[in-house]
């Protein structure tokens, strides 16, 4: 079955760029009818869903993030990546890739395992 | 957007049933049928446990349902195990912002 796994720098200083990347294994990220999203959740606290992109590269944003996001996709490698700028330390967090169906319904499974980005100097 | 409104906690026996609420509103859980419940145990990923407020995955046990009225939407476990100990989370399209979560219920059973 489809797996998911993020990637990246566990450390970021403050004011840079956040890059993690999520690897699709078990079937290919253009098959089917999915949308592929970055979801993050601060120690202790909710999860915030980021964005989305489309394998056609259509990419849908949380308006309260979206000036710092760039979400894009490279199909030949079955991975989709994350960027968020300008970060500080309330953008530590767990960092979630997931699947999510792109007709009508939304939910998001499976998810990647996380990984935990902390911003700091 | 805010996040949906769910109890801090809830808690129950082995054996017992449990309801955990999800309250949003009429341009999120009252708008839509797509609500959907995660399941978190602690330094896990969430698991989809319902989606389209009422249907469960393949391999979720039958224990798990959904439903809704009006602007909020509920997950029911029946026959609690001890297993079921965990961060419940609902989820919800919204046409602001596509989705938002519940704020989350810790389920402890006793």
């Known amino acids: 079955q489809v797996q998911l796994q993020e990637s990246g720098p566990g450390l970021v200083e403050p004011s840079q760029t956040l890059s993690l990347t999520c690897t699709v294994s078990?079937?290919?990220?253009?098959?089917?009818?999915?949308?592929w999203s970055w979801i993050r959740q601060p120690a202790g606290k909710g999860l915030e869903w980021i964005g989305r992109i489309y394998t056609s590269g259509s990419t849908n944003y949380n308006p309260s993030l979206k000036s710092r996001v760039t979400i894009s996709v490279d199909t030949s490698k079955n991975q989709f990546s994350l960027k968020l700028s300008s970060v500080t330390a309330a953008d530590t967090a767990v960092y979630y890739c997931?699947?999510?169906?792109?007709?009508?319904?939304?939910?998001?499974?499976?998810w990647g395992q996380g990984t935990l980005v902390t911003v700091s100097s | 957007q805010s996040a949906l409104t769910q109890p801090a906690s809830v808690s129950g026996s082995p054996g017992q049933s449990i309801t955990i609420s999800c309250t949003g509103t009429s341009s999120d859980v009252g708008g839509y049928n797509y609500v959907s419940w995660y399941q978190q145990h602690p330094g896990k990923a969430p698991k989809l446990m319902i989606y389209?407020?009422?249907n469960r995955p393949s391999g979720v046990s039958n224990r798990f349902s959904g439903s809704k009225s009006g602007n909020t939407a509920s997950l029911t476990i029946s026959g609690l195990q001890a297993e079921d100990e965990a961060v419940y989370y609902c989820?919800?399209?919204?046409?602001?912002?596509?989705?938002?979560f519940g704020t989350g219920t810790k389920v402890t059973v006793l």
């Open positions: 989820n919800s399209y919204t046409s602001s912002i596509f989705y938002v």
């Open positions: 389209d407020v009422s």
């Open positions: 997931a699947r999510s169906w792109g007709g009508n319904s939304y939910w998001f499974d499976p």
């Open positions: 078990g079937g290919s990220i253009s098959s089917g009818h999915y949308y």
